[in-house]
């Protein structure tokens, strides 16, 4: 039961933001601080946002640091990017999706990490070693991209995570968070495990 909340909690999170006639939004920052099931969240732009976790089964989903050796033919990956002049695209962070994940929000969209760019869902297909790094083929549904992977580029995998984790000071990313008209909630909760900030 666990491992089918965690897939779904993906399959929710890392896709594009549905059309709703309720708000929604992702939210990324830090914990400041936990009261019962409102956690007050320091975003980005430095104002606190209350966010309540809702749900009978709430998922947190950990981030946990993966290596450039990781990243092999057949790996199933989420690439936030920036597209270059040359049409390939330059990694700016790297996600593992766990196997029972793979296919979750296949393809490229618009993503809001920073402005023009991109995440990209796909399988590896080819890895080729460079002095600066790795040029790696990612293939999806719609086509096929060359994205270029510097030895600094923060690369992490997912994996199921646990409310114990989730203090003051933690770093999390809510993919989805909607606001119904009384505040904002949300069911799903991802966060850098051990000080990890997540890095999509």
Do not use: C
């Not at 491992?3 to 709703?20: C, E, N, W």
């Not at 790696?136 to 030895?151: A, F, L, M, N, W």
């Not at 600094?152 to 933690?170: F, N």
């Amino acid at each position: 039961m666990l491992r089918r909340l965690f897939f779904t909690a993906i399959i929710l999170g890392v896709i594009a933001l549905p059309a709703s006639a309720q708000e929604t939004r992702r939210v990324r920052g830090t914990v400041e601080k936990i009261e019962g099931p409102v956690l007050t969240i320091k975003t980005l732009d430095g104002s606190d946002l209350p966010v309540k976790v809702t749900g009978d089964n709430p998922v947190y989903t950990a981030l946990v640091k993966a290596d450039l050796a990781d990243i092999k033919p057949g790996a199933y990956v989420g690439v936030t990017s920036l597209a270059q002049p040359d049409g390939t695209l330059k990694a700016v962070a790297i996600h593992f999706f766990p196997d029972g994940a793979r296919g979750v929000g296949e393809g490229q969209r618009r993503w809001d990490q920073q402005p023009q760019s991109l995440m990209t869902n796909a399988t590896v297909d080819t890895v080729v070693s460079g002095v600066d790094g790795l040029v790696i083929t990612v293939k999806y549904r719609d086509g096929e991209k060359k994205v270029v992977v510097s030895p600094q580029t923060p690369i992490v995998r997912m994996v199921p995570g646990s409310a114990a984790d989730v203090k003051a000071g933690t770093k999390i990313i809510i993919f989805l968070a909607t606001n119904p008209g009384t505040g904002w909630e949300t069911q799903r909760v991802t966060y850098g495990k051990d000080g990890l900030t997540p890095p999509m």
